[in-house]
Structures are given as C-alpha cells and as structure tokens.
C-alpha cells in the first residue's frame, strides 16, 4: 500500500504538471460551444470538427477527475470536495464558470483592484473631458456620452479602430494619457495573472516540503521522547559552573 504523503506528492505533481492545459481547455471550451451553435448552416466538416472538439474537451476533463481522484489518498472526500470538476466531465462550460471566478480572485488583489479602480476612475474621466470638449466642434465624430465611452473603450485597450476619434489638441492630450494608463493597465494585469500561475505551480512543491518537516519534526520529537527514558536525570546545583577546590 502507498503511504498517504506519497499518494499526496503524486497527486500534488499531475496537478501541477496538467494545470495550465486544463486551465486553457476550460477556456477553450465556451466559443467552440458557441462556434457550434452558431455553425448549424456551415458545411458538415465544419459541424463535425466541433462536435470533435467538444468531445475531446469533455472526455480530458472527464480522465484529469478520474485521475486526480484515483491518486488521492482520500477518494471520497476529494471527490465531495470537487464536484465542479466531476460536473465539469458532463457539463464542460460549468469549468469555464470556476476558471472566471479564479480571474476574479486574482483580480481581487489589495494591489490590483486599487490600480484597476484608479484605472477605471481615470478612464471614465478622460471620456467625459474627450465629450465636453468634441461633442460641439464640426466635424467631430464623438457627439454623445455613447461614442465618448467607446473611444475611451479602445483606446484603453490599444485596438483603436478609428471610427471615433479627437480632433481637438485638448482631445488629442487626452488621448495621449489614456494610451499611456492603458498600455500600463494591460502591463500590470499581465504581470498579476502570471504571477499568479508562477505561484499556483509552485503552491503544491511547498506543500509537500511542509509535510516532509512536519513529519522529520515528528521523528525527531520520537527519538527525543526515547533516549529520555534511558538517559538519568541529573540533579545537580542549579548553576552549571563546576566547584572550585577551597583552599586549606
């Protein structure tokens, strides 16, 4: 029988080791499923390769439960403790929902959600500044609070399609600072994801280096508890300086 810290490593090392290609299948899985509903009149390749996608998708989700489950060392409780995974093998999009909510927690971070606040204010503010100053120049192509929005929208994220653009120098300037916060804002939520993933693999390499010296600690106390029982008790003076030879 495998000893539980070891069926723990192994576990530990499948999910790190299949983590991020689990984590890009669950991804994945949301516009095949909407490729495929929206394919109904493509040609019968098209339909077929979807179908063939979806069913691989579902069945890697369906070995990465089986597996992780056979490896742990508590199958039932890990199984009580991952339903959406075991879901996830019938209903691959219910996986996609969990992989958003962990986008969420990273997101949530002290650091990243005061930047992404301060981000959101200053985007919100540039679009009100780029509407009161083009919105009643001629020629001007951002002319209600909507196309102000959109324009501050792809600015922020560098696509910039040039359907609505300043023609002021004041809504240039604007421009420019935007371009700058957006350029930073996608820089610092890049960094933040993967960090995030950096940690997430090295998350179960830790956890099993706590385990082994909680159980070298454990032997150690064993060993002490042990030798105690052969070694006498000293009861000597309190103080550890040897006596000294009083003269004659």
């Given amino acids: 029988m495998v000893p539980a ?15 991020r290609a689990m984590t ?65 093998a019938f209903v691959p999009p219910v996986r996609a929902v969990r992989e958003l909510v962990t986008l969420r927690s990273i997101l949530a971070r002290p650091g990243v959600a005061r930047f992404t606040t301060f981000s959101t204010s200053v985007i919100i503010g540039c679009a009100l500044l780029v509407y009161a100053t083009e919105h009643d120049r001629d020629g001007a192509s951002i002319q209600s609070l909507g196309d102000a929005f959109w324009w501050a929208t792809v600015t922020t994220t560098t696509v910039g399609y040039g359907d609505e653009v300043p023609i002021s120098r004041q809504g240039r300037f604007i421009a420019v600072v935007l371009m700058l916060l957006g350029v930073t804002l996608l820089a610092v939520l890049t960094a933040h994801v993967a960090a995030y993933f950096v940690d997430d693999g090295r998350e179960p390499e830790a956890a099993e280096l706590l385990r082994r010296l909680d159980r070298m600690e454990a032997s150690l106390a064993a060993i002490e508890s042990r030798l105690g029982e052969f070694l006498p008790v000293e009861h000597g003076r309190p103080d550890s300086q040897p006596r000294t030879r009083e003269s004659p």
């Fill in 5 to 19: 810290g070891r069926d723990e490593g192994r576990l530990a090392g499948f999910e790190s080791a299949t983590g």
């Fill in 24 to 88: 890009a299948l669950s991804l994945l899985v949301v516009p095949v499923y909407v490729a495929q509903t929206l394919a109904d009149d493509a040609g019968i390749w098209v339909t077929r390769s979807l179908s063939i996608a979806r069913l691989c998708i579902q069945l890697a989700m369906g070995v990465d439960i089986s597996v992780r489950t056979y490896l742990a060392p508590r199958r039932t409780e890990y199984l009580a403790n991952h339903k959406l995974d075991l879901l996830a």
